[in-house]
C-alpha cells in the first residue's frame, strides 16, 4: 500500500522544493500525500501506546511496535520504520517512565539501534551510509533526502548570474540525487499480498492530535504516579 503511493510521486515534486512552495499542492501532491500519511501513522503509533490505561499492556505494545520495525528493517521498508521511531520518540509516548521500565532490555536496545540508525546527526550520516548498500525493493526515508535537495536549491543558483545561462551543474546533480535515491526504489515493487482488512485498520484507525495525546499521556503517567 504504501509503495504504491510513493511510486505515484513524479520526479517533478522534488524540483526546487516544490512541497515547500505556497502552490505545493499542486507542485507536490503526491510527495506531500506521502509525507502526510507518514505523520498520521506516527500518530496512530503513538495512540496505539498511550490508550491502554494499564502500563504493562502500553509496554507490551511498545514491543510489538519495535519487533515490527525490526521485521520492516529487514524488509528495506525504511519509510515504515521512520514513523514507528517517531511515534515511540514522541514527546507525549517518551514520558512514559513506568510504561517503557517494563519494556525487555532486549527491545530497548533495538529500539535505540533504530534510533541511531535514522539518526539527524551528521546530516543522517549512519542511515545514508546503510541505504548505499541496500538494494530494491526499498521503500526510503524521505527526511535525509528532502534535508540535501533543499540545502541544493538555497546552495546553487537555477541560473548563472553573469550570462543568465541555466545552471545545469544544479540540474545534473539534481538528476543524480532522483535516480540514486527514489527512481532506482520506484521501479522494483514488492512482491506481497494485499490484506484489505489490515489496509482498512490501517486507514481507519483512531489517530489522536498533540495536544490530546499530551494530556492522556499525563492522565496515564501523572507526575504524581511516576514519582510514586
Known amino acids: 500500500l504504501d509503495f504504491s503511493d510513493f511510486s505515484l510521486i513524479r520526479r517533478c515534486e522534488f524540483q526546487n522544493s516544490a512541497w515547500t512552495k505556497k502552490n505545493k499542492e499542486n507542485l507536490a501532491p503526491n510527495l506531500l500525500h506521502f509525507i502526510r500519511k507518514s505523520s498520521r501513522r506516527c500518530c496512530w503509533v503513538s495512540t496505539s501506546v498511550v490508550s491502554p490505561s494499564d502500563h504493562k499492556k502500553r509496554a507490551k505494545i511498545i514491543e510489538r511496535f519495535i519487533k515490527l520495525a525490526e521485521i520492516l528493517k529487514k524488509k528495506n521498508n525504511f519509510y515504515a520504520v521512520a514513523y514507528i521511531i517517531g511515534g515511540l520518540s514522541s514527546a507525549s509516548i517518551s514520558r512514559l517512565r513506568r510504561t517503557y521500565s517494563c519494556v525487555s532490555k532486549q527491545r530497548l536496545k533495538d529500539l ?3 534510533k541511531e540508525l535514522l539518526s539527524p546527526n551528521n546530516n543522517f550520516s549512519k542511515y545514508s551510509s546503510y541505504i548505499k548498500n541496500v538494494k530494491p525493493p526499498s521503500l526510503p526515508f524521505l527526511s535525509p533526502l528532502l534535508r540535501n535537495l533543499i540545502y541544493l ?20 546533480r ?14 522494483t515493487h514488492y512482491n506481497f499480498f494485499v490484506l484489505i482488512p489490515i489496509v482498512t485498520m490501517l486507514e481507519e484507525a483512531e489517530c489522536l492530535d498533540e495536544d490530546s495525546l499530551w494530556n492522556l499521556s499525563k492522565n496515564r503517567e501523572s507526575a504524581r504516579k511516576i514519582k510514586s
Open 112 to 114: 535505540a539501534s533504530l
Open 174 to 187: 539534481f538528476q543524480e540525487i532522483i535516480n540514486e535515491k527514489i527512481i532506482k526504489f520506484q521501479t
Open 153 to 172: 536549491d538555497d546552495g546553487m543558483l537555477n541560473n548563472i548570474k553573469s550570462n543568465h545561462m541555466v545552471n545545469w551543474k544544479k540540474r545534473v
